[in-house]
Structures are given as structure tokens and as C-alpha cells.
């Protein structure tokens, strides 16, 4: 019997704003290399993604395009490079729109979360074909409070079950399309929670690894110091 | 004129469970001095706060007393060691019981922060002389979703002023009595739920520098590296 895996593809989120980082986080050089090449080479190495999707800032294309110059012919197959909006919504319909016709699931990631790791992504595509929908994330642990517009506390919220949301995230090619012809859906912080809302199931798979998202700079630092002191084959 | 410092204090947290580490991470020795060691010697540095409590598990103090010897005189006066409880509840309270009589405010810390700087606590300290009480904290930033008991996602949490507590806290020491003297206290996170559930006001201090809690072995080595490659003198 043959087995047929349905064509996944992933779209590489990089076209972000890097408001409280000062400069361009995604191509800042991390040991050498620009940011977003990290989780870049992690998807190229997962042979069940057949097509990357890095979705830049238009004045960017010509440093990324520099970059890949130095990959292998067979990886530079599967990426392709396609100009982002100013949200994140805008960003995920540019990729949507590049795929191949024939995808059929979709793996969402941050450019700014370089220590994501193949048997991250492997679980979240697998518990999606099981569920229809998966994201990578951690049970919130610190106690959250709402504050008023002066930073003093008002409210204790309830933390139980209560789950903070990573990438990747895999999705239906077919439920995302759905979901960016919705006028309402720009209003919708990421796509679980559009989802969500359209009744849909996601599944949290619960991450227990360091998958920081690189916010300041001196986020950068720790992704360097974990970069060269962690050992993530252990 | 003469300007008379409220008497401080801090409660250092150092009596956990450690359930989720495997074994007691206070005691991990870290570039070769116990986790909590690090957090303790800042407190120390800071002329302000006048005594230390160490809370530690009681089958612990032996160890702690031995790592103690090799302090100086002068910051050996400040730190007294009692034992907690199993809750963080019970714990606050044996350090809270262990206060000298004239203290008037306290600094909660936990142990498993070691990266809390002077100048973090000395914002927290200030502002809860203005405010009443302070707790160091950060906006979430994270999009957060509640699950059911299956891990799949149900609902949207708006992060809308939202705030991720961490320590040090600051709170008056009458405050935090009145609160244990409470029967439903214990069923409290932490003692800002507790003081806002009671009508009183808490600044949240936005912290900006790492300031991780190890709760996972993994993320001890993130602390060992941040110790050696990130300058906190910046």
C-alpha cells in the first residue's frame, strides 16, 4: 500500500515592524548569520514540508535574496520569497497566496523565534491531522494581573487551563482561506483565536523547550548565549 | 533635617518543591555556588534593607548554613535563616514571623530569580513607598487562550493591559500581617491577589532585563548562560 502525506507547506513570518527592538531584529547577524535564517534552515530540513514561504518587508528583498544565494540548489527549491504587509494578518495572506495549489496544511512561524526545533514542528503537524488545528504553547505559570492605564493593579485573572501561545501553529490551507475572506478576521490577534471563534478545534501542544521569540535586544543576547551553551541534542 | 529610611526587609523564598525540576534547584550548584546564593548576595549588596530572611525546607539547613560560613562578617549579620512551609503561603509567613519587631516594609523575592538586579528592586522598593505596594511584573505579549482538559483550546483571553508578576514585591509589613491573619489567604497565588482582593492599590514596575524563573532544568542553562556572556552592567 502507498501511503500519501498530504503536502504541507510552511510560511516564515519576517516582515515584522521590530518596534521595541530599535533596528531590524530579523536581519540582525546572530554568530555570523541573519536571525531569521536559524528557524529558516530548521524548516528546510524537514523533508515533509515541501515549500517554505519567507514572507519579508518589500525594502528587505535583496538582503534576504543575498542570504539564500548560499544555500544548496535542493533547498533553495523549496523557499520562496514574497513581500509582507505592515500587520501580521497581511503578512499570512501574502504567504496563503503564494503556496502551491496542492497544499493542503499549513505550518505558521515566527521569524523571531530561532530555536524552534524539528520535533517541534513534527508535533504540531501531527497533532493537527489528528485535530484540525495545533499550536505550540505553554501553560501560563506566573500569576497575570489587568492593571488600569496607570500600571495599578485591578484584577487577579484566573490562570487555570490558562495557556500561552507560540509557533508554530498548523492549520487547513483550506480554514485559513475561509478565515482572511472574513472582513472581521484583521481584527483577530492570531489565527487560533480566529479560528476559535469560528468554532473550530486547536490543539495546544504543550512545548517544554526554550523557544523564545526575540523581542529587545537583549533577547538577542540570551538566543546566542543558548545558541552556543545549550546542547538541544540531549 | 534629619530623613529616617523606613526599615526594610527582605523574605527570600528558598523552600520550594521543586516538583517540575526533579530535584531541589535552589541547591544546584551554578558556576559553583547554589542557585539561590546569587539572589541572596544582591540583597545583601543593598544598603538599604537591614535584614534578610532566608526561608529554606528544614532538612535543607545544614546545607545553607555551610554555604553561608564563607560570607563575610557584616553580611552574615543580616541573614537569618528559618524554615517554610509547603506552600509559598507558609513560608511567607515563617519569614514574616521571623521579622525584627521595627521593620516596616518587606521585599518578597523568589529564590529560583537569581538574576534580580539592585536596581529592580530599588525601583519596587520606591514605588511602594509612593503607592502602598509594588510588585515587579511584565506586559503579556503573548496572545493566551484557556483550554478545556484535553489541551484544546476554548476561548480568547483579551491581554488588553495585562501584566506576567515576577519578584521582588514589595509590600507594607502590617499589610501582609493583616493578610494572614485572614483564613482565606491561603487560597491566594501570591500576595498581590491577595491585597487587591482586600481594595488595596499595587504599581506594577515594568521590568525590562531577564529575570527568568528556573522551574525546568533547562532553564538553569539559560541562567548559566546568561551569568557568563550577558553584561548587566550596560
Known sequence: M?????????????????????????????EGRPLVSYSLETFTSISSIQEIILVVASDREDFFRRFL????????????IVFGGVTRHESVRSGLLALSSDIEWVVIHDGARPLVSPSMIQLCLQKAQEYGAASLAVPVTETL?????????????????????????????????????????????????????????????????????????LDLKLVEALLSKVNFGE
Not at 510552511?10 to 540582525?28: H, P
Not at 479560528?195 to 512545548?207: A, D, Q, S, T
Open 2 to 30: 502507498i501511503f500519501f502525506l498530504p503536502k504541507t507547506a510552511a510560511i516564515i513570518l519576517a516582515a515584522g515592524s521590530s518596534q521595541r527592538f530599535g533596528e531590524d531584529k530579523l536581519m540582525v547577524l546572530v
Open 69 to 80: 544565494k548560499e544555500k544548496k540548489d535542493a533547498e533553495l527549491k523549496k523557499i520562496k
Open 145 to 217: 494581573h489587568r492593571a488600569d492605564e496607570q500600571n495599578v493593579a485591578e484584577a487577579t485573572i484566573d490562570r487555570t487551563h490558562l495557556w500561552s501561545m507560540q509557533t508554530p501553529q498548523v492549520f487547513r490551507k483550506d480554514d485559513l482561506i475561509s478565515l482572511l475572506a472574513l472582513k472581521e478576521s484583521k481584527n483577530f490577534t492570531d489565527e487560533v483565536s480566529a479560528l476559535l471563534e469560528h468554532g473550530k478545534k486547536i490543539y495546544l501542544v504543550e512545548n517544554r523547550e526554550p523557544n523564545l521569540k526575540v523581542t529587545y535586544p
